[in-house]
């Protein structure tokens, strides 16, 4: 399995409402990743999490809260969020070792609007 | 520091043509460079990636030639197809820093039939 899979697929929520967003990987892998992606841009890093710990966090409000509940799942707790966060949500994972030690595996994202 | 420049921004081809897409680092630090292909509505994905000890890779029709000394790396498709369309993204990362990937600002590949 070299799936990265996020649900759902797509999300509309409004800004008062709080919601969740899921990655789930089977690889083995132990670096997980969350990225932003504004239309026509590059994705941009959000968390990353090295073993299930929070090893970066780009300055990010405090709106957006990440967890990693175990070594296969990554959520997203959104709440209060502003029109301006509608974007693509990705998640990646990165492999640990051997020769594709560096390599991040994406996640087909998940399409937020905020009302 | 944490720049990488990426151009051009578009590109159109024929098909059967080669595309070339360059980027540009100025961190000597990084030492990881994939290359990634992204379709509409979708994440994206790994096409080719190489470390600065090797001067060129190749998979397929997918070529990836890097300078060191310049700091400079480049995408080459050989045979472009129109299943080819698409952005594409050059990155760059350092082992030290949890290999976050600073993404160039992408390039949207036209083929034409």
Redesign the interface.
Known sequence: DTE?T?TPKHLVMGMTNKKSLKCEQHMGHR?MYWYKQKA??????MF?Y?YEKL??NESVPSRFSPECPNSSLLNLHLHALQPEDSALY?C?S?SPRGDSY????????T?LTVL | QQQVKQSPQSLIVQKGGISIINCAYENTAFD?F?W?QQFP??????LI?IRPDVSEKKEGRFTISFNKSAKQFSLHIMDSQPGDSATY?CAA?R?D?????I????TRLLVRP
Request: glycine letters at 14%; aromatic letters at 14%.
């Open positions: 990265v996020q670096a026509k841009k590059p994705p941009e890093l990353v090295s090893s970066i990705l990646a990165r560096n390599e991040q595996f994406f996640g087909p994202g399409r | 990881y994939p990634y509505g979708k994440g994206p994905a790994l990636a993204f990362a082992g820093s949890s290999y976050k990937l993404f160039g600002s992408g």
